[in-house]
Every structure is written in structure tokens, then in C-alpha cells.
């Protein structure tokens, strides 16, 4: 064998070898990976240059109440194996999944971890405020680098828009409620409430998140932080948009 053909036959040995450690480390469940972020929400609390104030504040989260955080992200379409679609003329299509048990679409993959934001308006009480989560994929399915290093992998988010945040407990906290009407979807009511806490005087807010048919159904327990921009961008579809 010349030279030059061995040359060829180890430069085509080194291609494939890194063709294969390619593929079986950067997709090793593409069901999973296809339509989801594999990136975690990027806060920024760092001291920003003189610009418009903005009062936004987001936190990962832990849940509660597994089966109320189920029903609002299947009031989402965030997640789900069965579902209805209506058609452009009224009619409507029943819709039944069947998949693996760590599919994206079953809903017990989400039902842990997520990423919650809240922007004000303005600098007062009452304002207009944006509610925004982000679920977190926690199923037994893995997403991982180019270099072989498994990534978190994180959904598609859905924020409410123009809900109304009104002082309570004489002005030391505040409330926003959304409503079904408010694009929201479902049945239950969603409540975000802060007893002692307002964007007003505090950097940081002690919230809770309730979810049901009274405000004593906590979903969501946290402390969030004041950051100088959204760590999550404005999601592409709402509520009533998205489809899993």
C-alpha cells in the first residue's frame, strides 16, 4: 500500500470515528429534544448602564402541588397526550396521544421545576404586571452537548399579559389575579399574592402562586429577585396559541 493511500484510509477512519462520537453523544433522544429549549432561563442581575427602569423579577422554582401545576399547563397546551382542535369553518377534532413514558408530552415530565417572572409596569401600586412561566422538562429522557455533557432541557413558556397588581394588607404587599378570561384558559382562577412584599420597596418579593377553586391551593412558594432585564424573552404563543 503507497503512502498516500494509507494517508486517505486514516483520514477517513478519523472522519467516521467523530461522525459516530458525534451522534451518539449530541442526540441520543431527539423526541425529546426536537421543539424544546435546552437552555436554562438567563437572569441578569448585574448593574446595568443608565436606561428605561424597568421592574422584573424571575426565579427558579420548585412545585407544590404537582396535580394543579398539571391542570395549568394542560389549560396551556404545554403539555399533554389528548386535546381538541378546531378547524377554520367550527368543526372540531378529538386528538389522543400514545407515547413512551418520557415523551414531552406526558405531563408528568414538568410537574417538579420551572422558571417564574413577573414584570411591572410602572413603579407604583396599582400597575399592569406580566406573569410568565417557564416549565422544566424533569423526565428520564437526557439532551446533551457536542462535547457529551448532558443539558438541562426547558419548554416552551406562556406569559399573561395586562393582569392588574393591586396593594394588599395596607400597601405592604399585592395581588395580581388572573382569570380565565384573561387568556388563561381552563377553569381555575391563578393568584399571585405577596403579603408583606411589593416591587415598590423591595429587591426581593416572597410570592405565592395558588391555583384551583380557592387561593389557599398553592401551585408555587418562592422568593424572587429583582433583575435589570427579562431573563426570559416574550413568548411566541400565549395560552390559546401553543399547541405540544
Known amino acids: 500500500m503507497s503512502d498516500k ?7 477517513h477512519f478519523i472522519i467516521l470515528f467523530f461522525s459516530v462520537f458525534a451522534l451518539l453523544h449530541c442526540n441520543k433522544d431527539p423526541a425529546v429534544v ?9 437572569p441578569d442581575t448585574t448593574v446595568a448602564p443608565a436606561q428605561k427602569l424597568i421592574y422584573v423579577y424571575g426565579s427558579r422554582f420548585r412545585v407544590y402541588n404537582g ?5 395549568l399547563l394542560e389549560s396551556c397546551r404545554r403539555c399533554g397526550l389528548k386535546r381538541i382542535i378546531r378547524g377554520l369553518f367550527g368543526q372540531t377534532q378529538y386528538q389522543r396521544f400514545w407515547t413512551s413514558s418520557g415523551d414531552p408530552k406526558r405531563c408528568d415530565n414538568w410537574l417538579s421545576k420551572g422558571y417564574i417572572q413577573i414584570e411591572f409596569l410602572e413603579n407604583k401600586l396599582p ?7 417557564q416549565p422544566q422538562y424533569t423526565g428520564h429522557a437526557r439532551s446533551y452537548s457536542f462535547d457529551g455533557k448532558e443539558q438541562e432541557i426547558w419548554g416552551s413558556a406562556f406569559e399573561i399579559q395586562g393582569a392588574l397588581a393591586r396593594p394588599i394588607n395596607e400597601n405592604k404587599g399585592f395581588e395580581i389575579l388572573v382569570s380565565p378570561a384573561d387568556g388563561l384558559l381552563g ?6 399574592k405577596s403579603e408583606n ?8 418579593l416572597h410570592i405565592t402562586v395558588s391555583y384551583g377553586q380557592s387561593d389557599s391551593q398553592t401551585i408555587i412558594s ?4 429583582r433583575l435589570t432585564k427579562r ?3 416574550t413568548p411566541q404563543f400565549n395560552c390559546s396559541q401553543y399547541t405540544n
Open 187 to 192: 377553569v381555575y382562577n391563578l393568584v399571585v
Open 231 to 233: 431573563a426570559v424573552a
Open 67 to 71: 396535580n394543579l401545576y398539571k391542570s
Open 5 to 11: 493511500l494509507k494517508v486517505k484510509t486514516i483520514a
Open 34 to 42: 426536537t421543539g424544546l429549549l435546552p437552555t436554562a432561563p438567563a
Open 197 to 204: 412584599t411589593n416591587h415598590v420597596k423591595n429587591s426581593d
Open 127 to 133: 400597575t399592569t404586571a406580566k406573569f410568565l412561566i
Open 222 to 225: 418562592q422568593t424572587i429577585e
